[in-house]
């Protein structure tokens, strides 16, 4: 028997940023599966939705899949939730969309939330082309030379960071160019929400000198000039 499988974005800090569509699906369907069920749970209870809740995180993400997959076989229909944004978006759920539909399962898209479309949207500039990175290695090897190779694209790119590192990763942006423009946006769509613009080395400078750095990082960094033509390729110049 073959069902749905629903993945389904959430806030990532507002709640008023959930979906009328994303509430319909939770009360619809029979199981609702999670990152972490006691999250979820919580956003469930502000709901007032009961369902039965099933673990799918990152750590047992392909042995939880086949439980899952074993539900959508009986009949059941599922809604994924990770923990804030949208799952598959550097958070688990790419998995377990995958191996359903490979199963044979329709998979059906409920869009909401992202740090990444949320900092984009107000960053003032993107062109084209943009690369999202998600999170950089956190050993500084690996984060260094990963991030040259980014930020000598002629494309904008956008990061996530912990508050434990955000300080390394605007040190590395500035040794590689200390003038390229970066937007930050700490705690979006929480009490606490700040975007900061301004060059590596100005943003270096200002996060350097807080006494406490809290909340999740989304960063966008502006893309290389360097080697860009004078003139589109698409002009008649």
């Given at each position: 028997m073959m069902?749905?499988?629903?993945?389904?974005?959430?806030?990532?800090?507002?709640?008023?940023?959930?979906?009328?569509?994303?509430?319909?699906?939770?009360?619809?369907?029979?199981?609702?599966?999670?990152e972490d069920t006691r999250h979820t749970l919580?956003?469930?209870n502000h709901l007032?939705?009961?369902?039965?809740?099933?673990?799918?995180?990152?750590?047992?993400e392909e042995f939880a899949s086949q439980k899952i997959i074993k539900m959508l076989d009986e009949g059941q229909t599922?809604?994924?939730?990770?923990?804030?944004?949208?799952?598959?978006?550097?958070?688990?759920?790419?998995?377990?969309a995958g191996l359903a539909r490979q199963a044979g399962h329709t998979v059906v898209p409920i869009p909401g939330p992202s740090a990444f479309a949320s900092l984009v949207s107000v960053a003032g500039a993107g062109g084209k082309t943009l690369v999202f990175e998600g999170f950089l290695s956190p050993k500084p090897g690996r984060r260094r030379s990963r991030l040259r190779?980014?930020?000598?694209?002629?494309?904008?790119?956008?990061?996530?960071?912990?508050?434990?590192?955000?300080?390394?990763?605007?040190?590395?942006?500035?040794?590689?160019?200390s003038e390229r423009r970066v937007v930050i946006g700490r705690e979006l769509t929480k009490l606490h929400e700040e975007i900061v613009e301004g060059t590596a080395q100005q943003l270096l400078e200002d996060f350097t000198?807080?006494?406490?750095i809290?909340?999740?990082?989304?960063?966008?960094?502006?893309?290389?000039?360097?080697?860009?033509?004078?003139?589109?390729?698409d002009s008649d110049n």
């Open positions: 069902s749905t499988l629903y993945i389904v974005g959430t806030p990532i800090g507002n709640l008023g940023d959930i979906t009328f569509r994303a509430v319909e699906t939770f009360k619809s369907v029979d199981v609702v599966a999670a919580q956003l469930l007032e939705i009961k369902k039965p809740l099933v673990s799918c995180r990152s750590q047992n599922v809604a994924y939730a990770s923990d804030a944004g949208t799952p598959g978006v550097s958070d688990p759920g790419a998995i377990l190779e980014l930020m000598a694209m002629e494309a904008a790119i956008v990061l996530y960071e912990s508050p434990f590192r955000i300080t390394k990763l605007l040190t590395d942006i500035a040794d590689i160019d000198s807080r006494s406490k809290q909340g999740e990082f989304a960063v966008f960094i502006s893309k290389s000039l360097k080697n860009s033509k004078e003139f589109d390729e």
